[in-house]
């Protein structure tokens, strides 16, 4: 079972907007401003798509856009397109023994 | 161009051992921390190792403690991941990962598979 939690899937139709949550705990995503995001095509490696709860690397379209209330993280996508259909996980530091990453389970997108 | 390659895995018995590489290009080796993440099958993904520059600070996921080493060779610009006493469970893909600091990862490389299996 994964420390964060996401919805196993969800969909949306080209064009339309799409946010994606995961909660986590006071110890983890509502105790620090270091959440992340990757995106997972299948046979691919994970892509770094959000960090520090709202900044996008560079050449991460502007499409992609993070927030956090309390103990969630959210990923926004607007304007579906074809090639967003991926996996998304969230991450975020925690304190365990040491320090530490914690992952969601990971979300599949399909677009519609 | 950052390039990260790993190589190393493999098929290996149940108890059996397992060294990954992985080869870093592109830029400052020595001057990141470097992680080694995974997926198992059908799973999420898993952070099992963190080193510092310097080898100032390593740390383990539980999951593997006492039975994973991880290693760098700033002047070859490597990593590396020891893998003793492997499980079934540690069947996965393993990725090699460059840490920019704040619980992130900003390149990794294409993984390699490791299979536990009798």
């Known amino acids: 079972q994964s420390a964060l939690t996401q919805p196993a899937s969800v969909s949306g139709s080209l064009g339309q907007s799409i946010t994606i949550s995961c909660t986590g705990t006071s110890s983890d995503v509502g105790n620090y401003n270091f959440v992340s995001w990757y995106q997972v095509h299948p046979g691919s490696a994970p892509k770094l798509i959000i960090s520090q709860v709202t900044k996008r690397p560079s050449g991460v379209s502007n499409r992609f856009s993070g927030s956090k209330s309390g103990n969630t993280a959210s990923l926004t996508i607007s304007g579906l397109q074809a090639e967003d259909e991926a996996e998304y996980y969230c991450c975020s530091h925690a304190i365990r023994n040491t320090p530490d990453w914690v992952f969601g389970g990971g979300t599949k997108l399909t677009v519609l | 161009e950052v390039r990260l390659v790993e190589s190393g895995g493999g098929l290996v018995q149940p108890g059996g051992s397992l060294r990954l590489s992985c080869a870093a290009s592109?830029?400052?080796?020595?001057?990141?921390?470097m992680n080694w993440v995974r997926q198992a099958p059908g799973k999420g993904l898993e952070r099992v190792a963190f080193i510092s520059t310097g080898n100032g600070r390593i740390y383990y996921g539980d999951s593997v403690k006492g039975r994973f080493t991880v290693s760098r060779d700033d002047a070859k610009s490597s990593l590396y991941l020891q893998m003793n006493s492997l499980r079934a469970e540690d069947t996965a893909i393993y990725y090699c990962?460059?840490?920019?600091?704040?619980?992130?990862?900003?390149?990794w490389g294409q993984g390699t598979l490791v299979t536990v299996s009798s």
């Open positions: 592109g830029f400052s080796f020595r001057s990141y921390e």
């Open positions: 990962a460059r840490d920019i600091g704040v619980a992130a990862a900003d390149y």
